[in-house]
């Protein structure tokens, strides 16, 4: 019958523990655009009508890019009365109406075509681009297994400097499932360029923006737990 090792630090069977980190620095994979149409005017229904129009030239702009835009949705919608300044009474001044709408894009390329083309449109504001991963990204995987990796290689170096070697892998946790708050990433930049083809709609009076796309730290830590050999002290 083979005898295991405990799972704690004997004599016999001693216990190292390793931490392993990783950090890689990727390109993005989105970019996050958010943009606010906006409408004002003296009549509810005018300013509706205004920014009803002006919320669909946005959308047809967007879907003109096809599979470059990966993610176009709608959020918030106002109305909001302004009141005069110094009446009594509930007297409207004016109507503001605004839309907010965030693309998701996948293409780089088309990004400072499409983000140019929006911010020359009436009465639109654009804020971003935001840069990211995707959740399922294999950096994420990638980040992990080289964490583990210099988790196994550091335990060698601490056994081998006693004349052991590992016996028996007693525990691997990730950082997040020992409630440990992990390192923030840091943002880098890389410079891309490209010229976009997919949108056959009108060309812009303004020149295309060259934008950054910012590069993305991946982090990975690890705690592990080996036993090794007597040393030879």
Do not use: C
Request: hydrophobic share 35%; aromatic share 4%.
């Amino acid at each position: 019958m083979t005898d295991t090792p405990p799972p704690y630090g004997t004599p016999d069977h001693p216990r190292v523990a390793v931490r392993g980190e990783a950090r890689l620095e990727v390109d993005p994979e989105t970019a996050h655009i958010s943009i606010t149409v906006s409408a004002r005017g003296k009549d509810r229904r005018a300013a509706l009508e205004d920014l009803t129009r002006r919320n669909s030239r946005v959308l047809e702009l967007a879907r003109s890019y096809g599979p470059a835009i990966e993610k176009l949705e709608t959020g918030a919608l106002s109305i909001t009365p302004e009141l005069t300044k110094h009446g009594r009474d509930e007297k409207i001044r004016a109507y503001h109406g605004r839309v907010h709408v965030t693309a998701v894009l996948n293409d780089f390329t088309a990004l400072g075509e499409f983000t140019t083309r929006i911010a020359d449109l009436d009465m639109t504001s654009i804020n971003g681009p935001w840069w990211s991963l995707r959740p399922d990204s294999p950096a994420h995987a990638n980040a992990r297994r080289q964490a583990v990796r210099e988790a196994v290689q550091r335990a060698r170096e601490y056994a081998d400097a006693l004349g052991a070697h590992l016996t028996a892998l007693v525990e691997l946790a990730d950082i997040g499932a020992e409630n440990t708050t992990p390192a923030p990433a840091r943002p880098g930049g890389i410079r891309s360029r490209g010229a976009y083809g997919g949108a056959a709609t009108e060309s812009s009076s303004a020149p295309d923006l060259d934008l950054e796309p910012q590069r993305q730290t991946v982090y990975a830590q690890v705690n592990a737990r080996f036993t090794m050999s007597p040393p030879k002290l």
